[in-house]
């Protein structure tokens, strides 16, 4: 039953974060890939960077704290599942458009995401790593 929550809870989270890359992915496209120019972006909008509900699936390590992994993982799937149900539509002037630049950067973006979800999965499932003493 935890592998079947473990999977489903990365299955949304894995959405609700494809999500949010595009969003950041067009927002540094529009700023023409300069960091400086993102970062200013970044400073000037935090209400729009760091939004309140992105920080709601903490509230799902309360369970976890307690020992009850399931009830962790099911409060952690709504919450993200909230999170993408009242995503705001938001019409935007100018489409992201996947040029090779983007497509490289999104297909890094994804090998270490997938690495970062294979890994906690291994580590739900009771995987050991001597190396770093999980």
Known sequence: MTSLLIILFLS???FYTAIRIKKSTHMLQLNSYR???IWKWMNEHKD??????????LLAIIPLIFGAENTAL???????????????KVTEKKKLVFTPRVKR?????????????VVAALIGAGARFPFFGL
Do not use: C, H, S
Request: glycine share 10%.
């Open 12 to 14: 949304i989270w894995g």
């Open 35 to 37: 960091n400086e120019r």
């Open 48 to 57: 729009l960077v760091y939004q309140r509900k992105d920080f709601w699936p």
């Open 105 to 117: 950067l999104l297909a890094t973006i994804g090998i270490l995401y997938l690495i970062v979800a």
């Open 74 to 88: 099911l409060l952690g799937t709504a919450l993200y599942g909230l999170n993408i149900y009242f995503q705001p």
